[in-house]
T-cell receptor
Framework: KNEVEQSPQNLTAQEGEFITINCSYSVGISALHWLQQHPGGGIVSLFMLSSGKKKHGRLIATINIQEKHSSLHITASHPRDSAVYICAVPVPFQGAQKLVFGQGTRLTINP | GAGVSQTPSNKVTEKGKYVELRCDPISGHTALYWYRQSLGQGPEFLIYFQGTGAADDSGLPNDRFFAVRPEGSVSTLKIQRTERGDSAVYLC???????????FGQGTRLTVV
């Protein structure tokens, strides 16, 4: 079992639909990152959250630390939202941290 | 620029050759990470630097891989005797401290033929 698991692995939806991507983790304690990766490889950090909910434009991220679960929501989805969305959890070691990544969710929004 | 810069963006090399991949972190960021991402997979941790020292190199797959950060800024990932299985996107990220948001470069796509 992966330490960080995302679902679904692939998601195709029509423009305007409400999108939910889930992330469950068995490691880490402090926070969780949601990242967006477009074709070509570049990764952009969307959120880093340690409790509750954060909102940025049409993107909403929630986290439940006790249940070790986070969700990323996209409202009024648009084809430009098509990308791979990755959750990552900082894992402490030797006084420092490294990120453990999920497999990613490939989102395709059709016009 | 203000972001993490990785060069080259693409590298094609022959099996058995030596390659170097460079990462310029955001100025002032003390933590620097290297990750490797194979097709269809999430990134996998390779090595982490805090300042000049490699705080954790447990992710390096074998002794053909080596990374340095001699002055605590630019880092170079070095791969000796490349193999076709080394083909992947190599990502670099930096953060101000170990518990703050990480910023990623665009990656270097390495293809070993």
């Amino acid at each position: 079992k992966n330490e960080v698991e995302q679902s679904p692995q692939n998601l195709t939806a029509q423009e305007g639909e409400f999108i939910t991507i889930n992330c469950s983790y068995s490691v880490g304690i402090s926070a969780l990152h949601w990242l967006q990766q477009h074709p070509g490889g570049g990764i952009v950090s969307l959120f880093m959250l340690s409790s509750g909910k954060k909102k940025h434009g049409r993107l909403i991220a929630t986290i439940n630390i006790q249940e070790k679960h986070s969700s990323l929501h996209i409202t009024a989805s648009h084809p430009r939202d098509s990308a791979v969305y990755i959750c990552a959890v900082p894992v402490p070691f030797q006084g420092a941290q490294k990120l453990v990544f999920g497999q990613g969710t490939r989102l395709t929004i059709n016009p | 620029g203000a972001g993490v810069s990785q060069t080259p963006s693409n590298k094609v090399t022959e099996k058995g050759k030596y390659v170097e991949l460079r990462c310029d972190p955001i100025s002032g960021h003390t933590a620097l990470y290297w990750y490797r991402q194979s097709l269809g997979q999430g990134p996998e941790f390779l090595i982490y630097f805090q300042g000049t020292g490699a705080a954790d190199d447990s992710g390096l797959p074998n002794d053909r891989f080596f990374a340095v950060r001699p002055e605590g800024s630019v880092s170079t990932l070095k791969i000796q005797r490349t193999e076709r299985g080394d083909s992947a996107v190599y990502l670099c990220a930096s953060s101000f401290a170990t518990n703050t948001e990480a910023f990623f470069g665009q990656g270097t796509r390495l293809t070993v033929v």
